[in-house]
């Protein structure tokens, strides 16, 4: 099924043209291994993609349910004093708010001033039943138990998962984002440069988890191993504008391109 749907399309930037009228199909389900040398426009693909951005000419279609999922780099740093489970969690802001509420009605429950007082207890205790019921029809259970999957998928130890990731190392943080992504509802990944400033061991869960993942992907990358495995298609980018679709992995665009 067509997913996205590049027609005649053109952009340049004050008269400087990255993309010459180039057509382009997304298929549902496809890998895609975007190259080019620097600056003949792969960026510029994550902004008309997901429509940040309007080509100068042409028209860009999308399928209406496409929810398009990035790879961050950068954690907000107002994030740094929670703890793995709950940057993963935060999809949802109404889970969110009544874990918060939960725990705090645990602290309130432990409190010495609150245990000597029965009237204060039971209205605690009330509280609690209804946000935890509120929770469970949240589907609270079941994402809390979905993370901790994820998360032991990707290497996190029991422990890890309940550290704050201020003292985590920089694959550990690569491997959190991985999480996150994992766990929105994104049906297309755009990635860019996925590989890089990861060690190997997160490499690989990186490609196992990619694999598992049952959407599109388009993916920029340098790492002709990572591409690989992972691409069932290249889209190249050449200098002048034009792109060429090879339906293999980068070894055959290799190939072609050698034979060409
Ligand atoms: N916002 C912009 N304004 C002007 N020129 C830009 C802008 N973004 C990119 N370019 C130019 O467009 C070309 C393609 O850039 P880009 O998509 O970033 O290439 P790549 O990611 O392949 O290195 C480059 O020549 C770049 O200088
Ligand atoms: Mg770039």
């Given at each position: ?12 930037y004050?008269g ?6 180039i057509?382009?199909e997304?298929?549902?389900?496809e890998?895609?291994g975007l190259?080019g ?7 510029t ?9 309007t ?11 496409l ?5 961050s780099?950068?954690?907000?740093p ?13 999809r949802?802001?109404e ?10 009605l ?6 010495p ?16 039943g209804?946000?935890q ?7 609270g259970?079941?994402?809390a138990h979905?993370?901790?999957?994820v998360?032991?998928?990707?290497l996190?130890?029991y422990q ?6 201020r003292?985590l190392?920089?694959?550990?943080k690569s491997?959190?984002?991985?999480a996150r ?5 994104a ?6 440069e996925?590989t ?6 997160s490499?690989?869960v ?9 959407g ?7 790492d002709?191993?990572f ?26 665009y290799?190939?072609?391109r050698?034979?060409?």
């Open positions: 099924m067509l997913l996205v749907n590049f027609s005649n399309v053109s952009k340049d004050a400087n043209p990255v993309f010459d009228e057509d382009l997304i298929l549902e389900g890998r895609i190259v040398e620097n600056g003949s426009g792969k960026s693909q994550y902004i008309l993609l997901p429509g940040l951005d080509p100068t000419e042409g028209v860009i279609s999308r399928r209406r349910n929810t398009i999922g990035y790879l780099q950068e954690i907000d107002l994030q740094h004093t929670k703890t793995v489970f709950e940057v993963v969690s935060e949802s802001a889970l969110s708010t009544l874990s918060a509420t939960l725990h705090q645990e602290a309130q429950m432990a409190d001033d609150t245990t000597s007082d029965p009237g204060a207890m039971d209205n605690i205790l009330q509280a609690y209804k946000a019921e509120r929770f469970e029809a949240a589907g259970y079941t994402l979905e993370v901790e999957t998360l032991h998928g990707l996190f130890s890890d998962i309940y550290t704050p990731i003292h190392s920089g694959g550990e491997r959190l984002q991985l992504l994992m766990l929105t509802d049906n297309f990944l755009l990635l860019d996925p890089n400033n990861l060690d190997i061991p490499i690989e990186l490609e196992a988890a990619l694999q598992e993942f049952e599109t992907i388009l993916t920029v990358s340098h002709r191993y591409l690989d495995k992972l691409v069932t298609k290249i889209v190249a980018i050449d200098d002048d504008g034009r792109i060429e679709v090879y339906p293999g992995n980068f070894l055959y290799a190939e072609k050698k034979a060409a």
